[in-house]
């Protein structure tokens, strides 16, 4: 004979019922195990089966996808090259919620930053889809390519309607095998990253600097007071020219209509400003 148990409470829903009381009524079936675990929600619409993922299930899932996204994977993009050795712009490590950013050095992975996944579920085609946030705020979003599920393509949005529009191809990632971990012995690796307002950026241990994968030997803070302003300003470059007035660093901010005012990005990079 099948067991039935019936449930039933008073809930204050804001999504169900707009701050009305409903009856709900939780029904657990034990004659199979989806049956388990359906829920009845009632109310002024009539009732409503929901299924609830049993714990097994859940678990399973968070297994796979660990399975799925383990190893080390490599940007697209490549970073800089120093005595014939060839790095990406990053790599990354999964851990369970966790995505760490890193380098390599003498064939060690070395961590940079960390940001937090909100969501890693599977996708019908095949493989995953990670949503993540930068500790700035800023979302975005890892796919597996449907035509390869060791690529994950990269996206500025978690709006998968805009995907069209916010595909980072020098972002996406790809799964590394253990033969091309790079060997960075006796080379120039990453000492540690910034986040910038247009990106992030690196030191290196030899004292130089990247973005984009572009190298610069010098940052500079150049400091003066625009017009009517009220106190002094900073501007931030990455550059290869050694001293940049400050109207010229005002202007080549992105204040300037006059194309001449700006700097090649091979001269400088403008990566932000404080006050």
């Avoid at 039935?4 to 409903?22: E, K, Q, R």
């Avoid at 085609?125 to 993540?132: N, S, V």
């Avoid at 500025?156 to 529009?165: A, L, P, Q, R």
Wanted: hydrophobic share 30%; charged share 25%.
């Amino acid at each position: 004979m099948r067991r039935i148990t019936v449930i039933t409470a008073f809930i204050t829903a804001l999504a169900l019922a707009g701050c009305a009381n409903v009856n709900v009524t939780v029904k657990t079936d034990t004659a199979t195990p989806r049956q388990d675990n359906i829920t009845v929600i009632g109310g002024s619409d009539g009732p409503t089966s929901i299924y609830l993922a049993p714990e097994s299930d859940k678990k399973e899932n968070t297994d796979e996808a660990a399975k799925f996204l383990a190893g080390t994977w490599t940007a697209a993009s490549q970073g800089y090259e120093y005595y014939g050795i060839s790095q990406a712009m990053y790599y990354v490590r999964f851990s369970g919620m966790d995505i760490i950013y890193g380098h390599y050095k003498d064939k060690e992975f070395v961590p940079d930053h960390t940001d937090k996944a909100t969501l890693i579920e599977p996708v019908s085609e095949g493989g995953y889809i990670i949503k993540a946030e930068t500790e700035d705020g800023d979302k975005y979003t890892y796919r597996s390519a449907e035509s390869d599920p060791d690529i994950l393509e990269c996206y500025s949005t978690w709006n998968e309607d805009e995907f069209s529009d916010h595909y980072h191809g020098g972002s996406s990632l790809s799964r590394l095998s253990n033969g091309n971990i790079p060997d960075q012995k006796g080379g120039i690796s990453v000492k540690k990253s910034y986040k910038s307002d247009f990106g992030t950026y690196y030191e290196l241990d030899d004292g130089t600097w990247m973005h984009d994968g572009r190298n610069y030997k010098y940052r500079l803070e150049i400091t003066g007071r625009m017009n009517n302003a009220a106190k002094d300003s900073t501007f931030i470059y990455l550059s290869n020219i050694e001293d940049i007035p400050f109207d010229r660093a005002v202007m080549a901010s992105g204040l300037s209509s006059n194309m001449a005012d700006y700097f090649s990005p091979e001269e400088a990079v403008f990566i932000g400003w404080k006050e």
